[in-house]
């Protein structure tokens, strides 16, 4: 079993950062490949990001890609988007997901998921 608890959303202007954290609780972390989801209103859920429980592979959405970076931290059992250059349209609720592998989580195969976090970009 693996619990999932996200935190580091808010009120960020357009062009700004943020770093979320998902900190995961369970002796199996360091077996699952962790991702990022996000929700915004009205709108379909939409996988992020995702990392592999070894470093080996990170997986991102084209709309993210160069402005995210996922990392992990199996020894504080977290895992971290940073998120740069931030605009309107990446408002949305971030929920963390753990999953076998960084692909099962393309595919929003998902064995965990968190509650979520609320990022708000302003323009």
């Known amino acids: 079993q693996v619990q999932l608890v996200e935190s580091g959303g808010g009120l960020v202007q357009a062009g700004g950062s943020l770093r979320l954290s998902c900190a995961a609780s369970?002796?199996?972390?360091?077996?699952?490949?962790m991702g990022w989801f996000r929700q915004a209103p009205g709108k379909e859920r939409e996988f992020v990001a995702a990392i592999s429980w070894s470093y080996g592979i990170t997986l991102y959405a084209d709309p993210v890609k160069g402005r995210f970076t996922i990392s992990r931290d199996n020894a504080k059992n977290t895992v971290y988007l940073e998120m740069n250059s931030l605009k309107p349209e990446d408002m949305a609720v971030y929920s963390c997901?753990?999953?076998?592998?960084?692909?099962?989580?393309?595919?929003?195969?998902?064995?965990?998921w968190g509650k979520g976090t609320l990022v708000t970009v302003s323009s």
């Open positions: 997901a753990a999953a076998p592998s960084a692909y099962d989580l393309l595919a929003t195969r998902v064995d965990y």
């Open positions: 369970g002796r199996t972390f360091k077996n699952y490949a």
